[in-house]
T-cell receptor
Framework: AAGVIQSPRHLIKEKRETATLKCYPIPRHDTVYWYQQGPGQDPQFLISFYEKMQSDKGSIPDRFSAQQFSDYHSELNMSSLELGDSALYFC???????????FGEGSRLTVL | GENVEQHPSTLSVQEGDSAVIKCTYSDSASNYFPWYKQELGKGPQLIIDIRSNVGEKKDQRIAVTLNKTAKHFSLHITETQPEDSAVYFC??????????????FGGGTRLMVKP
């Protein structure tokens, strides 16, 4: 079965640079979530989209923005990167009437 | 907001033994409780979930129990195998049908199954 696809899997950036992460949800899933997971920590909710509209916002810094496109893929844009932004970024998708959340393999961002 | 606590943080068992991981939550409005398994370098994988109208759910070697009165739920893995070794996260949500943004995760349990 198709899973949530994230790219790139690994990304290395310098401080103050920008980064863009992409997420392709499971087909027919209408909702996408972004999570950030620091080393040894549990995932923290950043932002979500339902039918291409932002549906909720968590602990997402103002330097980050995201959107969902007409094909339901989503992109997380991170600017003015800081060392503390180094983490695993997960995208997850679901159908609104399901509630079951399926995670991608994650994108590991390292900020030097 | 919701607070989920998970114990133990690490658990080491012998292959074939059972493993139990426990979580408590604070908000009685929570009604959806998924469990995720995360292997090194991979995303969390949903392994089982339980909704507030059910007290117990079983799927082969995995079972989850829920006690709404006490606000705790547990994951039980029987006949553990080395491939069960991973980090397990419990989570709680107050929105059954839009769980993702309302998911609060526990701190995780690193399970090690010794062959």
């Amino acid at each position: 079965a198709a899973g949530v696809i994230q790219s790139p899997r690994h990304l290395i950036k310098e401080k103050r640079e920008t980064a863009t992460l992409k997420c392709y949800p499971i087909p027919r899933h209408d909702t996408v979530y972004w999570y950030q997971q620091g080393p040894g920590q549990d995932p923290q909710f950043l932002i979500s989209f339902y039918e291409k509209m932002q549906s909720d916002k968590g602990s997402i810094p103002d330097r980050f923005s995201a959107q969902q496109f007409s094909d339901y893929h989503s992109e997380l844009n991170m600017s003015s990167l800081e060392l503390g932004d180094s983490a695993l970024y997960f995208c997850a998708s679901t159908r609104q009437d399901s509630g079951e959340l399926f995670f991608g393999e994650g994108s590991r961002l390292t900020v030097l | 907001g919701e607070n989920v606590e998970q114990h133990p943080s690490t658990l080491s068992v012998q292959e074939g033994d059972s493993a139990v991981i426990k979580c408590t939550y604070s908000d009685s409005a929570s009604n959806y409780f998924p469990w995720y398994k995360q292997e090194l370098g991979k995303g969390p994988q949903l392994i089982i979930d339980i909704r507030s109208n059910v007290g117990e759910k079983k799927d082969q070697r995995i079972a989850v129990t829920l006690n709404k009165t006490a606000k705790h739920f547990s994951l039980h893995i029987t006949e553990t195998q080395p491939e069960d070794s991973a980090v397990y996260f419990c989570a709680a949500s107050m929105n059954l049908y839009n769980a993702g943004n309302m998911l609060t995760f526990g701190g995780g349990t690193r399970l090690m199954v010794k062959p």
